[in-house]
């Protein structure tokens, strides 16, 4: 049983510069979220799809984030025109859904994003 | 908007004995779950325990469990022979029923100490 899978691990921009992550759910899973994570707090909720379609969006989430899921499996989170303030950690996760699965939610191990 | 508070940001523990980390919350819905999450030192964030509202029994897993006041919107974990895997950042969450949203608080940082 394969978990929630991200890529890369960590990453390291200059401002101004687009970058692109990417995760894979748990295979089964129909419901995939994106949170943030900045030094010392909890992770916020940013978007999740439930399989194609992108059903809620943050107000954190501004016009320089997409995120997509095209086939209803893996996703991406671009940010664009990066800029210091994004610097954080990128967290997905994934879930059964219900009412067929659970609520819980599974994450994966992020992605550490440095805006220099 | 719903909010979740840890008032410990940090919280110590030796080897062996009981912690309780404590977590409130704010909300005005009846059909809501709240979570505890543990996320080690560069690694990823687990589930440790969910406790759906309208049961009663508080829940439980092995040396986990929480003690789920309703009415004082309170929420806690007690964890018990205390392990030094168990060190890390604690973060209780909420999920409004209906709403896929994890609300999480700022976390507690529990040392274990051998």
């Known amino acids: 049983d394969t978990g929630v899978s991200q890529d890369p691990r960590h990453k390291i921009t200059k401002r101004g510069q687009n970058v692109t992550f990417r995760c894979d759910p748990i295979?089964?899973?129909?419901?995939l979220y994106w949170y943030r994570q900045t030094l010392g707090q909890g992770p916020e909720f940013l978007t999740y799809?439930?399989?194609?379609?992108?059903?809620?969006k943050s107000r954190l989430l501004s016009d320089r984030f997409s995120a997509e899921r095209p086939k209803g499996s893996f996703s991406t989170l671009e940010i664009q025109r990066t800029e210091q303030g994004d610097s954080a950690m990128y967290l997905c996760?994934?879930?059964?859904?219900?009412?067929?699965?659970?609520?819980?939610?599974?994450f994966g191990p992020g992605t550490r994003l440095t805006v220099t | 908007a719903q909010t979740v508070t840890q008032s410990q940001p940090e919280m110590s523990v030796q080897e062996a004995e009981t912690v309780t980390l404590s977590c409130t919350y704010d909300?005005?819905?009846?059909?809501?779950?709240l979570f505890w999450y543990k996320q080690p030192p560069s690694r990823q964030m687990i589930l440790v325990i969910r406790?759906?509202?309208?049961?009663?029994q508080n829940a439980t897993e092995n040396r986990f469990s929480v003690n789920f006041q309703k009415a004082a919107k309170s929420f806690s974990l007690k964890i018990s022979d205390s392990q030094l895997g168990d060190a890390a950042m604690y973060f209780c969450a909420y999920l409004q029923g209906g709403s896929e949203k994890l609300v999480f608080g700022k976390g507690t940082k529990l040392t274990v100490n051998p």
């Open positions: 406790q759906e509202a309208y049961k009663q």
């Open positions: 996760a994934s879930s059964l859904g219900r009412p067929s699965g659970t609520y819980e939610q599974y």
């Open positions: 799809f439930q399989n194609e379609a992108q059903l809620e």
């Open positions: 909300t005005s819905e009846s059909d809501y779950y």
């Open positions: 295979s089964e899973h129909n419901r």
